[in-house]
């Protein structure tokens, strides 16, 4: 599974949960300061950066496992798009959003590649597991 977190609590909590029930998660971070605050919640996993590094070159990381399911927690709508783009490039076979806005961004959001757009003020999206 693929997650990006997007610096919410949420979000960190789901990939604490998903490592709690054995699943292996890879997590996307935009910057070094989100993947500082990931380590410290969680600890050691799989962390990506969305690219490789802070230089003008901005060329998507890319990864060498197969995704099945994506799960993106809505930080703001540009770089939930972002997020929405490259995550469908790597052929998830479902992919949610996980927002708390109450904008009509569903459409947007499924014209990207989204599967599913959830909305929830808690963050908390046990269910679809």
Request: charged share 20%; hydrophobic share 40%; net charge negative.
């Amino acid at each position: 599974m693929l997650v990006s977190t997007g610096q919410s609590s949420a979000g960190m909590e789901f990939v604490r949960l998903l490592l709690k029930r054995g699943m292996e998660v890879i997590v996307l971070v935009h910057n070094a300061e989100e993947e500082q605050q990931l380590t410290e919640f969680i600890g050691k996993l799989s962390v990506y950066r969305l690219y490789p590094s802070d230089s003008a070159d901005k060329t998507p990381v890319a990864i060498d496992c197969a995704v099945k399911h994506a799960f993106v927690f809505e930080r703001n709508l540009p770089e939930c798009c972002q997020d929405i783009q490259l995550c469908h490039s790597w052929c998830p076979q479902r992919l949610y959003v996980v927002t708390s806005s109450l904008n009509p961004v569903q459409l947007v959001y499924r014209g990207l590649g989204a599967s599913y757009v959830i909305h929830s003020r808690s963050g908390d999206i046990s269910f679809v597991l």
